[in-house]
């Protein structure tokens, strides 16, 4: 099945999941947790001392503090996870999105303390670790990537010479990178080598890997990406797509369901895509391919993110399908129990994401005490949160309070809700966007 077949990658297991640990914090792993408590699973909240007094630990079964506020020392550490993962007795660990979600470390190390990882294999996770890898990948197999350079030689002049020969504008991207570092867009040949040299720069301080990859530019482009989910038997649909194009600083602000942009025979053909680069590497669990798609309707290969996103719930509305739910069940070894022309698309969805920022201030975090958060219930709602009113918002993790998400018969009704949702929307003590 695919490229990556011969590696070993497929698993079958026969156990049913009875306690995992969440290797995660704040809205993510509350929303994990949900759906466990609703799947009779026991969970195990693992916390920093930051984190001692915030909501998903006490919603945990079993709490286990993991060590100081910094990350490096607490959510980022595989072998104090480890630890709490032998100590509790747990025999699966879900890690979220973030931290250790897309560390094939983390996958392999799991599977070798018999822990059952419940995302896609090490072997996935590492093939779509590096873009250029990944898009040397999916271009095999059939799927359209950006005109570009990925090659091994970096020498600077070599860089510059294939970007004048792609043709500006054209964009330098660390091979490793992610969330817009080591990203830079040159328009002309006058920035060109100060370009390469700081993207490079970014790449080697963020990633430890100044490799890069040079693409053409595409102006005024949608950024859409489509659900996956595959099991261990072989067999891999999508969900059809979300629409991402709203975005700040690289970071997506607002994400809806279905895309404005799409007719039913692109999001046919961009599926299938979608699915051919699954089957490319094998992949099992839930994962999204993301595609750029430009103003002439052509679409291209990005990446893939091997892992529950956090835009989910959007999918979730349309198809009546609990992300998280399935993860559990390939996890245990089950297969899909839908299939392609089952795959279900009704109305529409829209989520915004809450954050703990000055807007005033150039979108800077912010820190201090929830003093009120509160957003009444109403017919086609759901909050993700990871706050609750006396909550601490502090320095050291990502500034999101909560996910808003409507839904609707429609586009225009999901963001009618939407607007009266954050109308009624109360947050005090710290400026929120």
Not at 320 to 347: C, H, M, W, Y
Request: aromatic share 4%; with cysteine.
């Amino acid at each position: 099945m695919g490229c990556l077949s011969s590696l070993g990658s497929k698993r079958a297991l026969t156990k049913t999941i009875q306690k995992i640990l969440v290797a995660n914090r704040g809205e993510i792993a509350r929303r994990i947790m949900r759906t466990c408590r609703r799947m009779g699973i026991a969970t195990v909240a693992v916390y920093s001392d930051a984190d001692a007094n915030m909501p998903f630990v006490s919603e945990a079964v079993v709490a286990f503090r993991i060590g100081p506020a910094p990350s490096s020392e607490s959510y980022l550490r595989i072998d104090k996870i480890l630890v709490a993962v032998e100590l509790t007795r747990s025999d699966a660990v879900h890690p979220g999105y973030g931290f250790l979600a897309e560390n094939a470390a983390f996958a392999e190390a799991c599977a070798q303390a018999g822990v059952t990882f419940i995302g896609p294999t090490a072997d996935a996770i590492r093939a779509m670790g590096s873009k250029r890898e990944a898009k040397a990948l999916v271009s095999k197999a059939g799927v359209p990537v950006i005109p570009g350079y990925d090659g091994a030689d970096q020498n600077p002049e070599v860089l510059a010479k294939r970007a004048i020969e792609i043709g500006f504008p054209v964009l330098l991207k660390a091979s490793a990178g992610g969330g817009g570092k080591g990203m830079k867009l040159v328009r002309d040949q006058a920035g060109l080598g100060d370009a390469i040299a700081s993207a490079a720069r970014e790449g080697e301080s963020a990633f430890g890997d100044g490799t890069l990859l040079v693409e053409k530019y595409i102006d005024d482009p949608r950024h859409v990406e489509i659900q996956i989910l595959g099991d261990s038997h072989g067999s891999l649909i999508h969900l059809n797509e979300r629409e991402c194009s709203i975005q700040r600083r690289h970071q997506k602000v607002i994400e809806e369901a279905p895309s404005p942009a799409l007719d039913a025979a692109l999001r046919k053909k961009m599926g299938e895509a979608a699915v051919l680069c699954g089957e490319a590497i094998g992949y099992q669990n839930a994962g999204t391919v993301e595609f750029i798609l430009a103003p002439d309707r052509s679409f291209y290969f990005l990446e893939v993110n091997t892992r529950l996103q956090v835009e989910h719930p959007v999918t979730e509305c349309l198809t009546g399908l609990d992300l998280v739910e399935e993860q559990i069940r390939v996890a245990q070894g089950e297969p899909l129990r839908t299939s392609q022309n089952d795959v279900k698309f009704d109305g529409a969805a829209v989520e915004v994401r809450l954050y703990a920022e000055d807007p005033a201030g150039g979108f800077r975090p912010q820190s201090g005490p929830v003093v009120d958060g509160h957003l009444p219930a109403a017919e086609g709602l759901r909050v993700d949160s990871g706050v609750e009113s006396g909550s601490e918002v502090g320095i050291h993790y990502d500034p999101m309070l909560a996910k808003i998400i409507t839904s609707g018969e429609s586009r225009d009704h999901a963001l009618q809700r939407m607007r009266s949702a954050l109308r009624s929307l109360s947050v005090k003590g710290v400026s929120s966007n």
